[in-house]
């Protein structure tokens, strides 16, 4: 892990952090560079809500830039890798680097957690919508299991990625 990855996960309470998308993939896609379907990122002017940003892990501000593109969050390819649609700031943001849950989970009243092991594949019998209040709980019990690498965190009702949940 470099300097810079270690800096952007930072420490939740007990024991768990949240990783937002690793600032030189921002940073590259905000220059133009290539989504994961190999396509240049959609540039768009936020509406103010429903837009939360995969690095500052807040809502893109109304009237502001932002980028929609497709994104894998795995490093490789296999059946499980999904890739799906996500948004970033149009503009440089700093990565979360908060304590607690971040503000974009806190704008729904549920999300899908699910759990991967170190081969990013999903651990069956892991995923669950679970209440917004009871994340970083769920989150800490999940990662207990040896067999679990990390835990992504998705919207309950579309299945967009939100952030990954790493062991502090």
């Keep these: 892990m470099t300097t810079l990855q270690a800096r952007e996960q930072t420490a939740c309470s007990h024991g768990i ?19 994961a379907n190999g396509r240049v990122p ?33 490093r490789g390819l ?13 503009e440089p943001c700093a990565p979360w680097a908060g ?15 699910r759990g991967y092991d170190s081969n990013d594949r999903i651990v069956y019998g892991s995923g669950a919508v679970v209440a917004r209040d009871d994340l970083a709980t769920h ?8 067999k679990i690498a990390y835990v992504h965190v998705r919207s309950a009702r579309n299945g967009c990625y939100q952030c990954r949940i790493d062991r502090a």
Excluded: W
């Design 17 to 35: 952090r949240v990783c937002p998308i690793p600032t030189d993939a921002v940073r590259a896609l905000q220059l133009g560079g290539p989504d």
């Design 99 to 113: 304590t607690g849950m971040p503000p974009v989970l806190a704008t729904s009243p549920d999300y899908m957690l």
């Design 42 to 74: 959609e540039r768009v002017v936020s509406d103010g809500a429903g837009n939360p940003c995969r690095h500052c892990l807040c809502e893109v501000p109304k009237g502001a830039e932002m980028l929609i593109l497709a994104h894998r969050p795995f």
């Design 139 to 146: 989150a800490r019990a999940l990662l207990t299991q040896a």
């Design 78 to 90: 296999n059946p499980y890798a999904e890739c799906g649609p996500i948004f970033l700031c149009g």
